[in-house]
């Protein structure tokens, strides 16, 4: 039997602009990663989304990004380390003042987009979000790609950390996500998809976008939510899950 905790991101939407469809995912998640409003989402949406969470029994995470609403957050725009510091414990105090008026702790924090994908494989700036992270609560998981230099700055700093693979998205030899610009980057198709994250959870193993078979530990699962389909994935995804005795729980 195998334990795998399925997360979004969400809290995406901003002001009169809606993206994702998070009521609907709730249903299907066991962690939510909530925007904290620099690369998405606002203080409304920040405060439905935890509501949200809390109805719904899913663990609450931050979801820090760079401050590049008009880029999503995908675009890297170059800080310092002591900066991306700073940035990531600005954005936990948010998450964390509205998950104290609800009454719930904040359960782990994932960077997003561009600081995710350079703190995969910087390490100054991987150490800058590992120590923002401990110094504010060093009981809060850390949310990383599986086998990254994040991962390994998030142990060195005596954080707990939680391995994430992603099923619709293709990787390179090196571990790292294909990047968004590449027109193989999303896996489009539904089935391959669920197989994907089904290999990658009872083999612990990635297959590279070159067809190169990788060794990677599988703690997390994160499904898009902002994309057209995210619910009818989410739901096909949950009955393969337990076809294949896979038990879904939050970590």
Not at 3 to 18: K, P, Q, R
Not at 35 to 46: I, Q, T
Not at 143 to 150: I, K, P, Q, R, W
Not at 213 to 238: F, K, M, P, W, Y
């Amino acid at each position: 039997m195998w334990h795998i905790d399925l997360n979004a991101d969400v809290g995406e939407s901003f002001g009169h602009y809606t993206i994702g469809a998070d009521v609907d995912i709730f249903s299907f998640i066991t962690s939510a990663n909530i925007a904290c409003g620099f690369h998405a989402g606002d203080p409304h949406v920040l405060n439905q989304a935890v509501k949200l969470a809390v109805q719904n029994g899913v663990s609450i995470g931050a979801h820090p990004g760079l401050p590049d609403i008009q880029g999503f957050g995908r675009r890297w725009i170059p800080y310092t380390a002591s900066e991306i510091y700073e940035l990531v414990v600005y954005q936990i105090g948010a998450m964390q003042a509205f998950t104290k008026i609800h009454g719930v702790p904040l359960h782990h924090v994932k960077p997003h987009g561009a600081l995710y994908n350079q703190a995969a494989i910087s390490a100054d700036m991987a150490m800058a979000v590992a120590q923002a992270i401990r110094d504010v609560d060093p009981q809060l998981l850390l949310y990383g790609l599986a086998g990254s230099e994040l991962i390994v700055a998030g142990e060195k700093v005596g954080l707990a950390v939680a391995q994430e693979v992603f099923a619709d998205r293709n990787y390179e030899e090196d571990g790292t996500l294909t990047p968004r610009t590449h027109p193989d980057a999303l896996i489009e198709e539904d089935k391959q998809v669920i197989e994907r994250l089904i290999f990658m959870i009872t083999k612990g193993k990635i297959k590279a976008r070159t067809g190169q078979e990788l060794t990677v530990n599988v703690d997390t699962v994160c499904v898009h939510g902002d994309g057209a389909r995210a619910v009818s994935l989410l739901s096909s995804l949950q009955k393969q899950l337990i076809h294949n005795e896979i038990t879904v729980a939050a970590i």
